[in-house]
C-alpha cells in the first residue's frame, strides 16, 4: 500500500467504513463478517430490537415455510451445532429467539443502533463517502452503506375509501402489535389471502367470534403437516451440515434440499403422476412444487399439478360453493409465491367462518361500523389486513438516495429497478443492496443469498482495501446486459404469467417488471466468475 492510502481507506474521522441498514438476518450477519474484516461497521434499526422480518410479523400463526434445519445461518459450525429447532417449520417466536441468540452470542448489540430509522443518503462525488439522515435528524458519514433492510420489510395497506371513519381498531400482518391482539369474542374481518393470510386464518377462527375474509385472488395452499423434529431427524442434518449447505448453495436453484424431481410430468403416466402428487401432499411442505423438473416453465405440466390441488380443495372444504371460490383458475400454480399452510381450507367447514369473493362483490367502502361490499355492509370490531408489502424495492426506494448527478433511485427506478447482480446500481457507487432485485433473494431461502450477498460485499471490501480503492460503481453495459439476463431466464418460465408482487403488480403504478433472478446455484456461479475476472463489470477506483 502506497504512502497516504491508510487514510484514504481508514476513516479516523467519525466516518465509518461501512454504515449497515437493517438488523434483521442481512444486517447481523453483515456487521459480524465486517468487524471480523477490521472495518468500522455500525448497523441502524428502526425497531427496538434486532429480527428484521421476524420482529415484525407477529401475527397470529406466523412460521416459516422453509424448513428450520435449512433455514437458519450456516456460517459458523458450533453455532449451527448448539441452536435446537423444535419444529419442522420453526414459528416466529423461535426463530426471533434465534435470531437473539446470534446477536448475543457473536456481541452484536453494541454496534447496532435501534428505534433508527435510516430516511436518506446522499453520495458525495468528491469524498466518495454518503452522508446519511436518520429519522431523529442526525447525519452519519460512511465510506460505503450496505442496505439490508429486507424485501418484505414495507407493509402495503391498501388506499381503501373510508378507511379512516372506522371506529374499531385496524391492524397489518407485517406491523403486528408486540403485545399481540386478542380476538376473543369480536367479529374479525381480514383482507388478502397471501402466505400472511393463510397462516392468520386458522389461528383467528378459533379465537374470533366470527371471522369474514375477504378473498380478491385465491391462492394455491399446500399443507404443511407440521411436528416436532425427531432426534433421528436432527441428527440427519447436524451430523452432515457441511456437505447439506454445500449442496444446497451450490446445487438447487432455490438454496434448499426438496426431493428434487427426475422427469416431465408429462412422462409419467395419470395413474403415476397422481400417486406422485399425492405422496408430496401426505408428506406435506413444498416439496410438492419438486414432483416433476417441468412444472415451472411447462403449461400443461403445470395444469396437472394445478389440478390436483384444486380438487383437494374441493375435497376438502365442504360447501361446493365455498371450494369453487377458494380454487385459483387464473394464473399457473407456483408462478404466485405458494403457500404452505396449517389447516387453512378446512377452516372454512367452521360455522364461525364466511369466505367473501371480491370479485363477485367488489368492496365499496369501510364505514364507521364495518365492510360495504356490492351485496351490503357486515359490521366488524377488527380489521386484519393481510395485505402484503411494497416487495423488493419498496424498503429502498423508501428511503430518499441520492447519486451521482443528483439523480435519486427512485427516479432511476421509476421504469422498474436496474442494478447490476442486484447487488450495485449504476450512479450509486459504494452502495450495496443486499438481496437486491436481479438477485435470487426471495425466490429462495433467503438465509443463503443473504450468506452469499455478505460474503461477496465482505470480500469485495477487503480486495479494495487490499488494493487501495475506494470507490466501486457498476458499469452501465454491465447493468444493462444482467437486466436483460435476469428477464431472458423469467421469460423461459411460467413465472410472468402471474399478476405477483414478483412483478411489482400488487402495486398501483408499479412497473411489471419480473425482479427476482431465478437460480441460487447458477447466479453463485457468475458472481464467483465475476470475482475471477476481476470484479468485471464493476467499476473500482
Ligand atoms: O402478502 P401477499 P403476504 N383488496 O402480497 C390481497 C412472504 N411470507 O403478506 O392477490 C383486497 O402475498 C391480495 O390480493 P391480490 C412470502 O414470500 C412468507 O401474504 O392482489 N385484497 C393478496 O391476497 C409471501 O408471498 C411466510 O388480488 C387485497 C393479499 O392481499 C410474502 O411474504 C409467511 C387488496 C396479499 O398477499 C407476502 O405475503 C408470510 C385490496 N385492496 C409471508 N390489496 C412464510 O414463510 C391486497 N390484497 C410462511
Redesign the pocket.
Known amino acids: 500500500m502506497r504512502q497516504g492510502e491508510a487514510a484514504k481507506t481508514q476513516p479516523g474521522d467519525g466516518t465509518l467504513h461501512v454504515l449497515v441498514i437493517g438488523a434483521g438476518f442481512g444486517g447481523l450477519y453483515m456487521l459480524h463478517r465486517l468487524r471480523k474484516a477490521g472495518f468500522k461497521a455500525h448497523a441502524y434499526e428502526a425497531a427496538d430490537n434486532v429480527g428484521g422480518t421476524w420482529y415484525w ?1 407477529r401475527y397470529p400463526g ?5 424448513e428450520s434445519m435449512q433455514y437458519s445461518y450456516s456460517f459458523d459450525e458450533e453455532l449451527q451445532q448448539e441452536w435446537n429447532w423444535s419444529e419442522r417449520f420453526a414459528t416466529q417466536p423461535e426463530i426471533l429467539r434465534y435470531i437473539n441468540h446470534v446477536a448475543d452470542r457473536f456481541d452484536l448489540r453494541r454496534d447496532i443502533t435501534f428505534n433508527t430509522r435510516i430516511v436518506a443518503a446522499r453520495f458525495d462525488d468528491a469524498s466518495n463517502r454518503w452522508e446519511v439522515e436518520t429519522d431523529k435528524g442526525e447525519l452519519l458519514h460512511a465510506q460505503y452503506v450496505v442496505s439490508a433492510a429486507g424485501c ?1 420489510s414495507t407493509p402495503r395497506l ?1 388506499d ?1 375509501p373510508g378507511l379512516g371513519n372506522f371506529k374499531g381498531k385496524f391492524y397489518h ?2 406491523d403486528w402489535p408486540r403485545e399481540g391482539v386478542d380476538f376473543t369474542g369480536l367479529r374479525v374481518a381480514l ?9 392468520a386464518i386458522p389461528e383467528i377462527a378459533k379465537q374470533a367470534k366470527q371471522l369474514t375474509v ?4 385465491p ?1 394455491f395452499s399446500l399443507p404443511a403437516r407440521n411436528a416436532p423434529l425427531t432426534d433421528a431427524q436432527i441428527h440427519h442434518w447436524k451430523s452432515q451440515y457441511a456437505q447439506l449447505r454445500k449442496y444446497a448453495r451450490e446445487e438447487t436453484r432455490s438454496g434448499t434440499i426438496y426431493d428434487f424431481p427426475v422427469k416431465s410430468a408429462l412422462d409419467a403416466s395419470d395413474e403415476e403422476r397422481t400417486g406422485e402428487y399425492e405422496a408430496r401432499w401426505q408428506k406435506g411442505g413444498a416439496n410438492f412444487m419438486h414432483s416433476y423438473n417441468d412444472l415451472a416453465i411447462s403449461e400443461a405440466a403445470n395444469t396437472t399439478a394445478a389440478d390436483f390441488v384444486r380438487a383437494k380443495i374441493r375435497e376438502t372444504v365442504k360447501d361446493p360453493a365455498v371450494a369453487e371460490a377458494l380454487s385459483p383458475y387464473d394464473y399457473p400454480i407456483f408462478t ?2 405458494i403457500c ?1 399452510d396449517t389447516e387453512y381450507f378446512e377452516t372454512y367447514n367452521r360455522d364461525n367462518v364466511e369466505l367473501v369473493d ?1 370479485r363477485k362483490k367488489p ?1 365499496d367502502t369501510i364505514t364507521a361500523t364495518g365492510i360495504h361490499t356490492a351485496d351490503g355492509e357486515r359490521d366488524f370490531d377488527a380489521i386484519v389486513f ?4 411494497d ?1 423488493i424495492t419498496g424498503a429502498l426506494t423508501s428511503i430518499d438516495i441520492v447519486g451521482l448527478g443528483g439523480r435519486t433511485l427512485k427516479d432511476k427506478w421509476s421504469e422498474g429497478p436496474r442494478a447490476y447482480l442486484g447487488l450495485i446500481s449504476q450512479g450509486f457507487p459504494n452502495l450495496f443492496m443486499m438481496t437486491g432485485p436481479g438477485s435470487p433473494s ?1 425466490l429462495s431461502n433467503v438465509i443463503v443469498s443473504i450468506e452469499q450477498h455478505v460474503d461477496f460485499i465482505s470480500d469485495c471490501l477487503e480486495h479494495m482495501r487490499r488494493a487501495g480503492i475506494d470507490r466501486i460503481d457498476a458499469s452501465q453495459e454491465a447493468e444493462n446486459e444482467w437486466v436483460a439476463h435476469v428477464n431472458e431466464v423469467a421469460s423461459q418460465t411460467l413465472y410472468p404469467r402471474a ?1 405477483s ?1 414478483y412483478m411489482g403488480a ?1 402495486i398501483p403504478g408499479k412497473p411489471r417488471v419480473f425482479m427476482p433472478y431465478i437460480g441460487v446455484n447458477v447466479y453463485r456461479e457468475k458472481c464467483d466468475e465475476i470475482v475471477r475476472d476481476g470484479y468485471r463489470g464493476f467499476v473500482l477506483r
Open positions: 410479523n406466523a412460521r416459516c415455510d422453509v418484505l391498501p381503501l400482518t407485517g383482507i388478502g389471502t397471501g402466505s400472511s393470510g393463510i397462516q375477504f378473498q380478491r385472488t391462492n404466485k409465491r404452505v371480491l368492496l393481510a395485505t402484503g408489502f416487495a426471495v399478476a408482487w400488487n
